[in-house]
């Protein structure tokens, strides 16, 4: 059996969702996201010919009073469509913001292998956290 290998560089980025919009009881649908994330894909894909690949996985946020259901969305460095740890992180900045309008979210976390960065429209807190 013949299994050919390709190695490329490891980079991760992932994009921290909470799946409450703007503080509300109202969930935000995992597939909702899902479907959102294939879009984006396919949109970039059709630009720039950018293979984004992520692997999606649910988890909890615990923050003192607060405990919000989350999506962590990991963009990793597919050696198919190998992309620069600058272009990966760009990616990841990018389909956070657009995570951010869509789901009217005040505040998204981006954690890189290199650094962790803070994308936010405004100083509000959840009223949970205190």
Do not use: W
Not at 12 to 39: C, M, T, W
């Amino acid at each position: 059996m013949n299994i050919n290998s390709k190695t490329v560089s490891t980079y991760q980025a992932s994009i921290n969702l909470g799946l409450q919009r703007h503080y509300s009881d109202d969930l935000i649908p995992k597939e909702e996201v899902i479907q959102f994330i294939h879009d984006y894909q396919k949109s970039r894909l059709a630009k720039d010919e950018r293979l984004i690949s992520v692997n999606i996985f649910e988890s909890t946020i615990a923050c003192i009073g607060q405990n919000e259901p989350h999506l962590v969305i990991q963009l990793i460095n597919y050696p198919k469509a190998d992309l620069s740890h600058q272009e990966i992180k760009q990616e990841a900045v990018c389909l956070a913001k657009n995570l951010m309008h869509a789901y009217n979210q005040n505040r998204i976390v981006v954690v890189c292998t290199d650094e962790t960065i803070l994308l936010e429209k405004n100083d509000a807190l959840d009223p949970r956290i205190f």
